[in-house]
């Protein structure tokens, strides 16, 4: 499921930083401490599980899965080296729409005259 919009529209993410890392999914510095990654990951949860009971729920339990990751990665210090390294190295999009969490391939670069 293409969570971009509930990004955008619940968590107020500009389209232009979707998908979001877990930093700003939780709209935090890569220097939040672990108890500012448990603080900020609760009050979003709480904010989040509003949308549980509505036409979006789906998504939403989605959007709840991706910030349990972020606190459970973000919250580990290996994992969050691990994580850090990772966005320093240039990785395009760490937290990706499917559950996996795998980064999405590349775009193919385009081609002068059309479609190959």
Known sequence: MDLTKYYTGWLS??????PPTYYRLL??????SAAEVQTQADQLTASLSQQLA?????????????????????????????YDQQL???ASAIL?????????????????????
């Open 13 to 18: 993410i500009p389209l232009a930083e979707c």
């Open 27 to 32: 709209s935090l510095p890569m220097s939040a």
């Open 54 to 82: 509505g036409e979006h729920a789906a998504a939403a339990v989605e959007v709840l899965q991706k910030v349990v990751e972020a606190k459970t990665t973000l919250m580990d210090p290996a994992a969050k080296a691990s």
């Open 88 to 90: 320093s190295g240039g």
């Open 96 to 116: 990706s729409s499917n559950s996996g969490g795998e980064k999405p391939l590349p775009r193919r670069p385009a081609v002068a005259g059309g479609e190959i």
